[in-house]
């Protein structure tokens, strides 16, 4: 069986245009405390405004996929990086023992709304690097690599055991979810709608699946959804400024009761 969490209500932040909220894959699995799914440790939906600007902070220990179908994210950092992130291009944070940087939309840009995907390292205080650059073309109802870990098919990496896909769907298509024995696997529906195991997932809705199991997927209107395979006993490095800080960790506790 699926086990499903709806759409969140509640923000983690809502701040002069930025507004995010928090997924938590953990709690979806039964008897385990933790927020995240071993290494995949939060699952942030961000909105930017147009004219928005979130000042230079610090990132450490989380390894942070910023994953933008829809408008446009620009990154600067004082190692002079000027980055445009859009449904073209990925960028992931490996932000290791610290990593500086600042976020902003134009006021000519679209509306944002994103996923910020955190994930835990395998260690602490790893090198930080930033890696940016085109995604392969997406074919309609084929499950795309978008990241994983090194030696897997993607072209971007993260340090720990998580494998993330995407997939556009039409009305009625059918797939199965990405899977492999010993992994879970986790979903998240950015747009759409679909059904799996008779169970319905609209909009910002998300699920965990049993271990490796094939999960056959309908889509009821067009959607876009990302799946993550997941070793949830992959050894992690806690400690993550978003992925493991008091904000998130506050939203989890009030999650759970």
């Known amino acids: 069986m699926i086990e499903k969490a709806e759409r969140t209500t509640e923000d983690a932040i809502d701040s002069d245009g930025f507004v995010a909220r928090a997924y938590f894959p953990g709690h979806l699995k039964r008897g385990r405390s933790d927020h995240g799914l071993g290494p995949l440790a939060t699952i ?9 600007h979130i000042k230079l902070h610090e990132h450490v220990q ?14 600067d950092d004082p190692q002079g990086e000027h980055l445009t992130v859009d449904a073209d291009h990925l960028m992931i944070m490996n932000a ?3 990593f500086q940087h600042e976020e902003r939309t134009c006021a000519d840009d ?8 955190f994930v835990r390292p395998h260690a602490a205080d790893l090198e930080p690097k930033v890696q940016y650059g085109r995604l392969p073309e997406p074919d309609l109802n084929v499950w795309r690599p978008v990241f994983g870990p090194s030696g897997s098919e993607a072209r971007f990496t993260v ?15 059918t797939t199965v979810l990405p899977a492999r024995a010993g992994r879970r696997t ?9 059904e799996a195991e008779r169970q319905t997932f ?8 049993p271990d490796g199991a094939e999960v056959r997927v309908h889509a009821t209107v067009a959607s876009l959804v990302v799946a993550f395979v997941v070793d949830p006993d992959a050894p992690i490095c806690r400690g993550g400024t978003v992925g493991d800080g008091e904000t998130v960790q506050r939203m989890a506790a009030r999650a759970k009761s």
């Open 44 to 52: 942030m939906e961000s909105f930017l405004a147009p004219g928005t």
């Open 62 to 75: 989380d390894e942070i996929v910023s994953w933008v179908p829809a408008g446009v994210m620009r990154h």
């Open 96 to 98: 290791g023992r610290g």
């Open 110 to 117: 679209p509306p944002l709304r994103m996923l910020q995907i």
């Open 159 to 173: 340090r720990n055991a998580v494998h993330c896909h995407d997939i556009r769907m039409d009305p009625g298509d």
């Open 186 to 194: 986790y979903f998240f529906v950015f747009s759409g709608g679909i």
């Open 202 to 209: 609209g909009e910002a809705e998300s699920g965990l699946c």
